[in-house]
């Protein structure tokens, strides 16, 4: 296996027909029982798992019988697993789920953001709006974790910080799913102020690879609720939403903060997951692009990249919106 490892697979930025720098990508391809089935760089690789790990982070949600308390359906669930854009249909759907569970908009412990879509983000600043807590791209997720308080009558008052009931919950579910025990994670603050997970790359997509696999009526109800409503999971144009349209329930993605991106591929019993080494957001889909792309031809899977060409190699315009540059994958996976 360690000859798969040193596989090198990059994305390179170029301008004016040159290469002007190069990010390079660590990747795990494994199966439910955690076996590496292709690499990359380093497969091991120790890294936050940041808003890749939502739906494990949701499980408890559903397993424990808040969400059927609360009323929260496949939309209310897909937007708990989001990185959603603050289109109104996402602030809307966080300020319903906190109705639904007794909650405010001030009891969500994530502050508020620009916009990860530039399209709202630019009316946002161009209308003048006060930005709060329901813009964050996290809401859905907060307004999970109070249903799950309030389902066990748990102080609502500091859900999110490490030691708190709701967040040791969390844990229980996140060493359930990665074959890890609880004391291998190193814990840190995301950027929503929750905890965030630091773990192997091959341990995450050994999460997923199970993910997209499992029978347990939680995540299945996850798993499709997130297929059934990807323009909830991220947004209009944004990756997350068009790769589980085009890829018709073949795939379930997931991106997370610092280059990070995992995936589920049901048919192949696979998971991915994938480290963008100097975090440069712009890589990570078409990373992970290039590595479905890799996989698919190597186990006959039927996915096609058609109409996802604008993801698969981003174009880069300068000020005048001229393109001069592509950001494109280079380099191979190696498998075993």
């Not at 170029?14 to 190069?22: C, K, L």
């Not at 994670?185 to 997509?205: E, Q, S, T, Y």
């Not at 890799?294 to 996915?303: I, R, S, T």
Request: glycine share 10%.
């Amino acid at each position: 296996m360690a000859a798969t490892a040193m596989s090198t697979f990059t994305i390179e930025s170029t301008r004016s027909g040159f290469v002007e720098s190069f990010h390079v990508v660590s990747v795990a391809v494994v199966d439910a029982e955690g076996a590496l089935v292709a690499a990359s760089g380093d497969p091991d690789r120790v890294t936050f798992w940041r808003s890749a790990a939502k739906p494990f982070q949701s499980l408890p949600l559903v397993q424990d019988g808040a969400a059927d308390r609360y009323g929260f359906g496949p939309r209310e669930l897909a937007l708990a697993c989001a990185s959603h854009s603050s289109e109104p249909m996402h602030r809307a759907l966080a300020m319903q789920m906190l109705r639904a569970c007794g909650c405010e908009e001030h009891q969500l412990a994530c502050g508020p953001h620009p916009p990860l879509s530039p399209a709202v983000a630019e009316e946002a600043q161009r209308t003048g709006v006060v930005l709060t807590p329901r813009w964050n791209n996290c809401s859905g997720k907060h307004a999970g974790m109070l249903a799950l308080a309030r389902h066990h009558g748990w102080d609502p008052k500091g859900y999110a910080s490490a030691g708190h009931p709701v967040q040791e919950r969390i844990q229980d579910e996140v060493a359930k799913w990665t074959g890890l025990p609880r004391d291998a994670f190193v814990k840190g603050v995301d950027g929503c102020v929750a905890v965030a997970f630091a773990l192997p790359l091959r341990a995450m997509a050994t999460a997923w690879a199970r993910f997209g696999i499992s029978e347990d009526p939680s995540a299945r109800r996850l798993r499709e609720a997130m297929l059934a409503h990807p323009e909830l999971v991220a947004g209009k144009g944004r990756a997350c939403t068009d790769m589980m349209t085009a890829f018709r329930g073949e795939a379930v993605v997931k991106i997370g903060a610092e280059g990070v991106y995992c995936a589920a591929l049901p048919q192949a019993r696979l998971g991915v997951a994938l480290k963008v080494e100097d975090g440069d957001a712009r890589c990570a889909a078409p990373a992970l692009l290039a590595v479905l792309q890799a996989v698919a031809a190597q186990k006959g899977l039927p996915l096609s990249l058609a109409g996802l060409e604008h993801h698969a190699e981003p174009r880069l315009l300068n000020t005048r919106g001229e393109v001069t540059g592509t950001l494109r994958a280079v380099g191979e996976l190696g498998f075993a």
